[in-house]
């Protein structure tokens, strides 16, 4: 599949071994769910890795912006102060800068 580098498929009697890197959890969880529909009698071997460095990357940014900033409530309430709403609005332009990361 062209969404997985350095991978391999393995197909035996009683499994499937998938084995290489994608580049992100939705990506795995699709494939997974593609060979258990192909192979539903298989024992499936999910060692997909997930690519780590746009997931970190991102983390670090977030981190360095609420290091700097806080995302500040009302006084004596549950609504977002506009402090707050523009912090937000960075984090949220900084997740569209990365498509790919899908967070849980």
């Known amino acids: 599949h062209a969404n997985v580098k350095n991978g391999a498929l393995v197909i035996k009697d009683d499994s499937v071994k998938i084995t290489g890197k994608v580049k992100n959890i939705h990506t795995k ?10 192979f539903p009698d298989r024992i499936l071997e999910n060692e997909l890795t997930v690519s780590e460095r746009n997931v970190r990357e991102l983390q670090n940014r ?43």
């Not at 969880?29 to 192909?38: G, K, N, V």
């Not at 977030?62 to 709403?85: H, Q, T, V, Y």
């Open 29 to 38: 969880q699709m494939l997974e769910s593609a060979i258990r529909t192909t």
């Open 62 to 104: 977030i981190r360095d912006l609420l290091a700097a900033r806080k995302i500040e409530f009302e006084s004596n309430g549950d609504s977002i102060g506009p402090d707050g709403k523009r912090v937000l609005d960075e984090i949220a332009a900084l997740l569209m800068q990365y498509p790919r990361v899908h967070l849980e």
